[in-house]
C-alpha cells in the first residue's frame, strides 16, 4: 500500500508501505496517532463529564465509575487492541470501591488497584501513599546515577556535559 504525505509545498508525497513503517520511525507514530485519533474522539462522546488525554497510546480518563466503564468498553470494542494486563482503574479514594465498580471493571477484564498508579513514568495518586513515591523517586536517582557521574567526569567538559544534560530533559 502507498501513504500520502503533504509536504511543504503542499503537494502529496506517496510512501511505499509493505510491512509498515520501521521501529524508530518517527513518521510511525505520527501515523500511529492519526489512526487512533477518531477512536478516542468517539470514545468520549457524550461523555461531557469525562476529562481524557492521550500521548500516543498511553490513554488516561478521569470521570464517575459508570462514565469510565463505558469509555473502557468502547475501547475495548472500537477496535483499539487495549492491551487489558497494561490497563488499570485507579480508585484514588481513601474509601475501598463498591463491589459493583470492582465487578463492573472484573467483567471488563480490568483491574482495580487503589492508592496511587505509576503513570508515563510518574507516580499520581493519593498524598498518604507518599512512601511509595519516595520509593519511586529513589529508584530514579539510582538508574540514573551512572549518567551523573558520567557528565561529572573530569575529562568531560562543562560545555559538553551541560549540553548533554540538557537534551535529555527536552
Not at 510511525?28 to 461531557?48: A, E, I, V
Not at 487495549?82 to 465498580?101: C, G, I, M, Q
Not at 520509593?135 to 557528565?151: G, K, T
Amino acid at each position: 500500500s502507498s501513504l500520502g504525505v503533504r509536504t511543504d509545498d503542499g503537494s502529496i508525497a506517496r510512501i511505499l508501505s509493505k510491512e509498515g513503517s520501521r521501529q524508530g520511525c518517527p513518521l510511525g507514530s505520527l501515523l500511529y496517532c492519526l489512526g487512533t485519533h477518531q477512536l478516542y474522539l468517539d470514545t468520549l462522546k457524550g461523555l461531557d463529564n469525562v476529562v481524557a488525554r492521550a500521548i500516543a497510546d498511553d490513554f488516561t480518563a478521569v470521570g464517575t465509575p459508570d462514565d469510565i466503564a463505558v469509555v473502557l468498553k468502547r475501547l475495548i470494542d472500537g477496535g483499539g487492541n487495549l492491551n487489558l494486563a497494561k490497563t488499570k482503574v485507579l480508585w484514588a479514594r481513601d474509601s475501598f470501591p463498591d463491589e459493583a465498580v470492582v465487578k463492573q471493571c472484573a467483567d471488563l477484564g480490568v483491574e482495580v488497584i487503589t492508592g496511587s498508579a505509576k503513570l508515563l513514568g510518574g507516580i499520581i495518586g493519593l498524598a498518604h501513599n507518599k512512601d511509595a513515591k519516595l520509593a519511586h523517586a529513589n529508584a530514579q536517582v539510582v538508574e540514573h546515577q551512572r549518567m551523573a557521574d558520567l557528565l561529572e567526569h573530569p575529562h568531560m567538559p562543562k560545555q559538553c556535559a551541560s549540553l548533554l544534560l540538557g537534551n535529555c530533559l527536552k
